[in-house]
Structures are given as structure tokens and as C-alpha cells.
């Protein structure tokens, strides 16, 4: 392992790295986001941004996979229909923030709008109606900005599918459906970049053992925990990293 890890990355390291995704597979998995949310703002305080986010789609779109055949009827399909247009047309956008934004600044950027994402969240921010086609579009302008950017396109839509009255399977099988996509996106502006190397497919391989057992203990929990009662602890531990994410970057930007 020594020998495909970096050199400065020790074992300690590996291993709080590997739980850091198991727990985030776990929720992905239960709730169909949070992944990069609760990832990547803990693995930017070990390995600098434009390393983790590639690996980050990878992972992403491992357990996307092995979820998504079970989920295929619960979709809404003509919801992503405007959603993934203006993903595809932002993503670009983003990979170009990537590249060339400071590792400090994308660090407090990540953290404030996982901050700001679990803030709103936990406030339970409803729609009466079901959001039409300039609404999903504009969802996924600001999603596919933040997936090129940061790898985290989940807060906005997100935010849109918890608001709308779809029922909670419904919402979840679409998120899912709809990172899947993003991921892929991702995964090509960042070989575009230049940031997808045999490195990103060194992490995501000895990651992926992490990424399987996340998401089998998450789909069992999915069918025993009460979603009300989960959903206050994933929002707690969103909020807990995003606020430590900010501070660490506060701190490096500071010195």
C-alpha cells in the first residue's frame, strides 16, 4: 500500500480517510446525498482539493451504480429532464474554478456552503406546488457550478427535492439518478483539467472496499431507522464538518 499511497500520507492518515467514507457511503446510501458533502470537506484538511474531488466522483459513481438498477421506477424523470441540462451546461464553469482557485479558498468555499446547505435544510423549507421547468433549470445551473468546482453538487438540488411534496423514496431514488450523471460529468471535466491522473485511480481503488460496506450497512438502514431521527443526525454532522472545514481554512488563509 506504502508504495501507491503518497509519500507524505501516513497510515494513520489512510485509515481515518477510509472511515471518513465508509460513514459518508453510509449516508449517501440511506439518504441518496450527502456523500461529497460530509467527504469532502474532512478529506481537504489531509490532501489538497484538486486531488480529492476527482476521486470523489469515482466513489460516487460506485455506489450510484450499485443502487440505482432497484430505484429505477421510483425516478422522476421529468424533473431531471431540466435539471440535468443546465448541470451539463455549468459543470465546465466550475472545473475552471477548480483549476484555478487557491486550495485555501475553495477550502472555505466548500465548508460555508455545506454550512449554509445543512442550515437551510434543517429549517424544513417546503414547496406548496411542484417547481416548474425555470426552477429545475436554474437548480441545476447552480448544482453543476458546484460539482465542477468542488464536487459537491447536492446542496441545491438537495434542497429542491426536500422541498418539493415528492415522498421521500421518490426523492431519493431521483438523487441518485440525478449524481450519477453529475459524477460522470465531473469525471470528464476534471480529465479535461488535467486533475484526473493514475493517482485519482489509485485512491478510488483502495477506497472503493469503504465505498461497498458504507452503502450496504446505509440501504439497511434505510429499511430500521426512522428517516426522521436520521435525517437530525445527518444534518448534525453536516453542519459539525462544514463549520470545521471553515475554521481550518480561516486558519490557513491567516497565517
Known sequence: MSALLPAALDPLAFAAIFAVVVVAAVIRAFTG???ALLAIPVLVLILPPAQVIPFIFLLELVISVTLLPRLWHEIDFRGLRWLL???LLATPVGGYVLLVASAEALRLAIGLIVVAAALLMARGLRFRNRPGPLASFATGTVSGTLNGAAGIPGPPVVLFYLATPAADSVS??????????TDIMGIGVAAWNGLFTWETLRW???LT???LIGSIL??????RVNPNLFRRIVLGVLFATGSIGVAKALFDLLQ
Open 85 to 87: 441540462p443546465g448541470a
Open 218 to 223: 446505509g440501504q439497511t438502514a434505510f429499511s
Open 204 to 206: 478510488a481503488l483502495w
Open 172 to 181: 431519493r431514488a431521483t438523487l441518485i439518478a440525478y449524481f450519477t450523471v
Open 33 to 35: 446525498f450527502g456523500f
Open 209 to 211: 472496499p469503504a465505498m
